[in-house]
C-alpha cells in the first residue's frame, strides 16, 4: 500500500491515538503542519479508500482508526527504500552514510551490538 508523506503524517497521528474523529485529527496536526481542515480531512478519505484507516459512525461524526499497522507500513517502506537504492542490500546502506558521516558514535555502537546479536543468534 502507497501511503504519500503527508498521509504518513495523519496515519502517525492515528498510530499514536485512535479512534480519532476529524476534528481530533485536524487538532493534532493544526500547530506542526499549518494544514487547512479540507486538507486533512481529503488525507483521511484518501486512506479510507485506499483501505489504511476505518470510519466508524459514532453520533453525527465518524471516529477514525488505523487498519494498517505501523510496523507493516515501516517493513514496506524500507524494503522499497533498499530495493530502490541499493540493490535489497543492508550493507551499501550503512556503507553510504558512513562514507558521508551520518553516523554517530552511538549509531555505530548500536550497530556494533546488533551485529554482535546477530552472530551470537540461534
Given amino acids: 500500500m502507497q501511503i504519500s508523506e ?4 495523519v496515519m502517525d497521528v492515528l498510530w499514536q ?3 480519532l474523529s476529524a476534528e481530533e485529527v485536524v487538532a493534532a496536526l493544526a ?3 499549518q494544514w487547512q481542515e479540507a486538507t486533512i480531512k481529503t488525507l483521511l478519505n484518501r486512506l479510507l479508500n485506499k483501505g489504511a484507516i476505518s470510519a466508524e ?3 453525527r461524526r465518524y471516529l477514525y482508526a488505523p487498519l494498517l499497522k505501523r510496523e507493516d507500513w515501516v517493513n514496506e517502506e524500507s524494503q522499497g527504500l533498499l530495493e530502490r537504492l541499493f540493490g535489497g542490500r543492508v550493507a551499501p546502506l550503512v556503507a553510504h552514510f558512513s ?3 551520518k553516523l554517530s ?3 555505530v555502537a548500536e550497530l556494533r551490538k546488533l551485529l554482535g546479536e546477530i552472530d551470537d543468534g540461534p
Fill in 6 to 9: 503527508a498521509e504518513s503524517a
Fill in 17 to 19: 491515538r485512535s479512534p
Fill in 31 to 33: 500547530d506542526a503542519r
Fill in 57 to 59: 459512525k459514532s453520533g
Fill in 99 to 101: 562514507q558521508h558521516r
Fill in 105 to 107: 558514535a552511538a549509531d
